[in-house]
Each structure stands twice: as C-alpha cells, then as structure tokens.
C-alpha cells in the first residue's frame, strides 16, 4: 500500500532558525498561498537554538514588505523524519548543503541552494546590522519565486482551478 501526498513538503534550512530560514518560510507561505497553490513549508535550523523566537530585524523587515513572518514562532532543529518526508530540502550556504550530505546521505539528490538560480549564497545576518537583513530578505524574495516556479514546473505544486489568475 502506497501513502499519497496531496502536497508537497517544504524544508527551508539554515543555520539557527532564527533569520533567514523563517524568512524564507514566511516568503514561500505567502506566494503559494496567493497563488492558490497548496504545500507544507516547513522551516528547521542545522544548530538551531531551541525555542529562540526569530530575530527581531527578521520580523520587522518581513512586516515592511508586506508578509507576516509569526514573532511566536519558534527555532527548532531539522529531524530525520522530516527530512524523510520532505519534497525539497531549500539551503542558505554550500555548508549547510554539504552538512545535510554528512547527516542524511539520502537526501543529497533533493537538497539545493535557495539561491541555486542566481548563484547566490545567502549570508547569515544574525549578528549584522538591519541593512542586512534587507539583503537577506531581498535574496530569499528572488529565490523563492524562482523555486516555486521551477517546483511548479516540475508539476510538484498545482494551482487550485478557484484561484484568481496572477
């Protein structure tokens, strides 16, 4: 017996969970949702400090730009089990990549950079100043968009015949 899945899982992944995996979370949630697509987007840390909220910069740039990333949210580690039932696996850095290959090997054909399209890492600004979290937003803005019309494309994610056109 087979299970089905009706919607794709969405693992987002950085380093604390605290900055740009929950703003990539908040991006992707926004634009599947408005595009009356269906997915889990789940986001997890590779050394997340455990029940930390998100950053404040994190939540005032997601506000600025029109996307309400949760202050209630809280940081929490990635689990095999979640990279077991995940579609794709979203990364910030190279590290973060090669770290998923060494924890779970049998995940490295569904693990990718955020930024793979525009060959762009996305630097942690966790202890920068604010201008960098507008950086970071902006770079998991234009690769979030990216991969959902790429994951659309490969007829992972469907647009509800309801939805109004964009």
Not at 94 to 109: D, K, L, N, V, Y
Not at 132 to 147: I, K, L, P, S, Y
């Amino acid at each position: 017996m087979s299970l089905k899945v009706d919607a794709p899982v969405i693992l987002v992944i950085c380093t604390g969970n605290v900055c740009r995996s929950p703003m990539a979370e908040a991006l992707l949630n926004h634009y599947i949702t408005s595009l009356g697509m269906r997915a889990t987007v789940i986001s997890r840390g590779l050394s997340a400090p455990v029940g930390r909220v998100p950053h404040p910069y994190a939540i005032s740039v997601a506000e600025e730009n029109g996307i309400r990333l949760d202050p209630q949210k809280r940081a929490a580690a990635l689990t095999s089990a979640e990279v077991a039932i995940a579609s794709i696996l979203l990364v910030m850095d190279s590290s973060h990549r090669r770290e998923i290959q060494r924890r779970f090997p049998t995940a490295s054909g569904k693990t990718f950079l955020l930024g793979q399209w525009q060959g762009v890492e996305i630097a942690d600004p966790v202890n920068e100043p604010r201008s960098a979290f507008d950086v970071a937003w902006h770079q998991c803005d234009v690769g979030v968009r990216e991969w959902i019309k790429r994951i659309e494309d490969a007829g992972m994610l469907q647009r509800n015949i309801l939805a109004p056109c964009q």
